[in-house]
């Protein structure tokens, strides 16, 4: 029997790598277009010289432009771009090497969307170049390379359905031809990925005003201390604030972000920061925000910030205060302050241009006096007893029977 047992077991090990080895020469086919050369360098340029990314395709241009200062985006008035996203961008093709060389001729480039710019079927040009503009290299970038779920090959255009595994590439100017197993995602005109994310955040808030074009727009929520319950200013007898409202309000801009940025320059009336609504943050460590908001546009809403900041130079004693805790306490108040100031000079620098912020947020901020409070309950109709009436029928008693009475 054991015997018999190890023969299956070898005839199972068989199969599975039988089975192994087709699955292998199958993704492997997916890669395979015809071509033979393989782990060559598609571009060749001196890396550490790359001083401009130009990137155009039929839905524009984009232009990445190393500074003194770093790197920034040209289309967004050289706002500051994610210099690792850049450097990333032009590391990447300088280590891009053919997986598969595709041998097509002059009639099938369109079809990978590898044709010259301005022609039908064109594809992305990157171009690199130094800090004088002086072009040391340009790849066109074309059509994605889709592979079938559960390994399945395909095409060489890619017709079916799938997945992206790899992009039709080639040098500008050159019919050679490569497939490469990096997608190139980032390789697309849209200046708003490219963009440096850091934001203001509003801590420790103590009031909030707005000051808006109606009456009902103009209100004001304010507490007694950072964790203290937030109480509506000049509240009327019949207004109850809503804790769970207010304290939404107060907290959206604790991590705030933005999906875009417009020019300095941009004319206010074309973005309603003309007659703009006014949102007024004050924060216990003395933070003043000044937020104005302008007319939608699409999905966003124009923003101007302003952040000033009162910080006070020396610390005030409390009553009482014991000698040995002076020291400590002026310490941490020194900490404190020196934490503040990179705070105030990192957050001014938002105020030199209008930000995009989605409109789903300031939706929320921008709410009328009414849309604060808790909802009321219903009264009841007139004439309807607030307590409902039970009857009760009391027990009714028989008199005894007669001594004599039949039985």
Do not use: C
Request: glycine share 10%; no cysteine.
């Amino acid at each position: 029997m054991k015997g018999k047992h190890l023969a299956i077991l070898l005839l199972l090990v068989a199969l599975a790598g039988g089975a192994g080895y087709f699955l292998y020469k199958d993704n492997a086919a997916t890669w395979n277009a015809g071509g033979t050369a393989a782990g060559a360098k598609i571009l060749d340029f001196p890396i550490n010289d790359v001083a401009q990314v130009a990137i155009k395709s039929t839905a524009g241009e984009l232009h990445l432009v190393r500074a003194a200062d770093g790197w920034t985006v040209r289309e967004r008035a050289d706002y500051p771009a994610v210099g690792e996203q850049v450097v990333g961008l032009i590391r990447k093709l300088w280590e891009l090497k053919t997986v598969q060389e595709v041998k097509v001729g002059p009639s099938q480039m369109a079809r990978l969307e590898l044709a010259e710019p301005g022609k039908e079927g064109a594809g992305t040009v990157v171009t690199l170049q130094d800090k004088d503009g002086k072009k040391l290299a340009a790849l066109l970038v074309g059509k994605s390379h889709l592979r079938k779920g559960g390994g399945g090959g395909m095409g060489m255009f890619g017709e079916n359905d799938g997945f992206p595994a790899g992009r039709y590439v080639a040098p500008l100017g050159s019919t050679r031809v490569s497939l490469v197993s990096d997608t190139l995602e980032s390789v697309a005109v849209k200046p708003e990925t490219w963009l440096q994310r850091d934001f203001f955040r509003i801590e420790n808030l103590k009031t909030v005003k707005l000051e808006g074009a109606t009456p009902a727009h103009h209100w004001t929520l304010t507490r007694e201390s950072a964790t203290g319950d937030w109480k509506l200013a000049d509240a009327k007898a019949e207004e109850n604030l809503d804790a769970a409202k207010a304290g939404s309000v107060a907290s959206l801009f604790a991590n705030a972000s933005f999906a875009d940025v417009l020019a300095p320059d941009a004319k206010p009336e074309d973005t309603g920061l003309d007659k703009p609504a006014t949102v007024t943050f004050e924060t216990f460590d003395k933070f003043t925000y000044v937020l104005k908001i302008g007319k939608p546009i699409g999905e966003n809403q124009p923003v101007l910030i302003a952040v000033t900041a009162d910080l006070p130079a020396q610390r005030e004693p409390g009553k009482d205060e014991k000698p040995e805790d002076k020291t400590k306490l002026d310490q941490e108040f020194q900490t404190t302050r020196k934490r503040l100031e990179g705070k105030l000079t990192a957050e001014k620098k938002f105020g030199a241009r209008p930000y995009l912020m989605a409109k789903t947020t300031l939706d929320q901020l921008l709410q009328d006096r009414t849309a604060l409070l808790a909802e009321k309950k219903p009264e009841p109709a007139a004439g309807t007893p607030k307590t409902p009436v039970s009857a009760t029928t009391p027990p009714i008693s028989l008199p005894p029977a007669p001594e004599n009475a039949p039985q």
